[in-house]
DNA sequence: CTGTTAGCGCATTCAT
DNA sequence: ATGAATGCGCTAACAG
């Protein structure tokens, strides 16, 4: 039926030894023989059983990258990017050779599903997981997180983080690579009260993330140093990482304080959002309200007026978790890396009117 | 050292068999023992051999999404519904029972990497694949896929096609859901010859594509329809599929024929581009020229102003193809459906100044 | 409903 | 440099 290394062998006349040997290279050859074999491979169609190579040799050459919304480009870009440094460009063959298979799980943000994809992962006994995005703060899901992520580095499974804070106990992972996230929320924020803007409304993201908290804080340490203390309560509504939770923010926002003159939002789309709302209402971006977004996504710069936001360098940093999953790259001193996020003052931001 | 079901068995005093048989759920046992089972399980903190049991009975649980990029929103949002269907809602015990694990491959587009990833995919001997969006029409390659296909198939793989057309040999795949990406664009360009339009710039996507094409072609039916014939060639233009080649596409266009009163675009990104591009002559849309994109991607809704465009039921598609890789939806009569594309009107177009 | 028996296809010792 | 033998951990008949 299905035809196997032994039918290789067979044909080229060696043995089933050899003929492994051959295909995973790790093992000298005579060239000879090495094209026999290649050539029976060809002739035959030959295609490696993964299980059955996995489980002989105790490691799969699988590599899954974890992602809390695989329809928003913040976790695209990474993702993809990881992907590209993990899959090889692929030799055109079609044989495939020994590249790794980079895999990326949709987590939809909840917990239950990021623990059971890293079960499933670890089931397959996956060479490495990248965890992208933030992390959720809920301490009984960290306990449990960092119990499997101990699990599975113990299985030999590189653990890499990606736009995610250390854990509490990093041993486990290999990597972490931070975002700067609550300095950029602070620089953005320092932009808009060097504009003179005094009555900041925050839409923020949801409750118990570590990116919502760490952009919120950077938010609310800027708003401190200038003296602005009190209302933050008031002008701070929490809600999803998308669109239409950033209009109703706003709307809500705007009937708790009409006098606003700034929206910052959690993230680039949540400001798409926001943006909508104040324009539904009348008013106009940035003479009456300033936006403001984070991430600078593909699309920022496009809309109109383009969107003041914080850049973070979301293709680099996902390349480089690609090469650390592969062992390309060494892990930076202590397995931590924080990575910068750099301001982007565009059209949407200006000075409140007087 | 790792703890095997062998084990799992022994501490729950009963044959391995029957501790397979519990963990598959797919044959009766007592429920006094599956309890018992079940507990040693969690006592020993046993994770099943994915490899292992994928060898022992010759098919995996692993289903392959493949997508052409997947920082696309486009290709996310198919394959973000596609992984609801097949990963199921996980069970938040961690321990992930039956569960198939969606994978999500991209290829980038390229050849060679679409081919490589349904070699790893047939190597893990995997349950299913999707492949979204549009075909390359390269006859090599064409036939080179085919082949592939034929022999997933052979080997029990379900083949799902989404927002791609069937093959020729369509019978390796087991469903093939089809955009109207035809009569959505020529919808598309009817809606604009009716008001009034007459010289329609179209920034046309990569050559060699089916849905390149046959939008193309869709909007070139409409054209001729309205007998506008002649300057196809001169009005049209290739690039990719990005924000970039929409920007450059259109200042070509503009160069080309400074008199064109509306641009289509190969889909909304691109259409993001042309605006930019038709911004920074200093011409305002739609009052100098209209625009119009395709697909109805979240953002759509949100640039100012609101995009024409045509609408794609994605998720309903991706979730559906997820159902069909799984079992859980019976595949439409003769194994192909076609999805209907839907006209959305919105600001971007307008009726051409006098 | 449960236990026994055989492999699944390959990577690795160990020989040669 | 190559071959022979062993077992990875599990599922699937087949009994009972």
């Known amino acids: 039926m299905t035809v196997t290394l032994a039918d290789v062998a067979a044909r080229a006349r060696v043995s089933p030894a050899t003929v492994s040997r051959v295909l995973n290279g790790n093992y000298p050859v005579a060239a000879s023989t090495r094209e026999r074999v290649l050539r029976a491979v060809d002739d035959l169609d030959y295609v490696l059983n993964g299980p059955a190579s996995s489980l002989a040799a105790a490691t799969s050459d699988l590599i899954g990258i974890l992602v809390n919304d695989i329809a928003d480009p913040f976790f695209g870009i990474m993702a993809g990017a990881a992907q590209t440094e993990i899959g090889g460009p692929g030799d055109g063959s079609g044989r495939a050779g020994g590249e790794k298979l980079a895999i990326v799980c949709n987590t939809g943000g909840t917990p239950e599903r990021e623990l059971t994809y890293l079960t499933l992962l670890q089931r397959q006994r996956a060479a490495a997981v990248v965890l992208t995005g933030g992390a959720i703060e809920d301490p009984a899901h960290q306990a449990a997180m960092s119990a499997k992520l101990a699990k599975l580095a113990d299985a030999g499974t590189r653990v890499v983080l990606c736009g995610r804070p250390p854990l509490p106990d990093n041993a486990s992972v290999l990597a972490a690579l931070a975002f700067d996230n609550r300095g950029g929320g602070r620089r953005l924020t320092e932009h808009l009260l060097s504009l003179g803007h005094r009555t900041i409304g925050y839409v923020a993201g949801p409750v118990e993330r570590t990116t919502t908290r760490h952009r919120l804080e950077g938010h609310r340490d800027a708003m401190k140093a200038g003296g602005l203390v009190g209302d933050e309560e008031r002008l701070t509504v929490h809600g999803s990482y998308d669109r239409r939770s950033g209009y109703d923010a706003t709307v809500e926002l705007l009937r708790r304080e009409p006098e606003i003159t700034a929206v910052v939002a959690a993230n680039d789309t949540v400001a798409l959002g926001a943006a909508a709302a104040i324009r539904d209402r009348g008013l106009r971006i940035p003479e009456d309200i300033s936006v403001a977004g984070f991430d600078d996504l593909p699309f920022s710069v496009d809309v109109v007026p383009a969107l003041t936001t914080v850049r ?24 931590i890396a924080t990575i910068a996020a750099e301001l982007m003052v565009r059209g949407s931001t200006a000075a409140p009117r007087e």
Chains 1, 2 share one sequence.
Do not use: V
């Not at 293709?315 to 690609?322: I, L, T």
């Open 312 to 335: 973070l360098p979301l293709f680099e940093a996902g390349a480089r978790a690609g090469r650390l999953a592969t062992g390309k790259e060494a892990p930076p001193p202590g397995g």
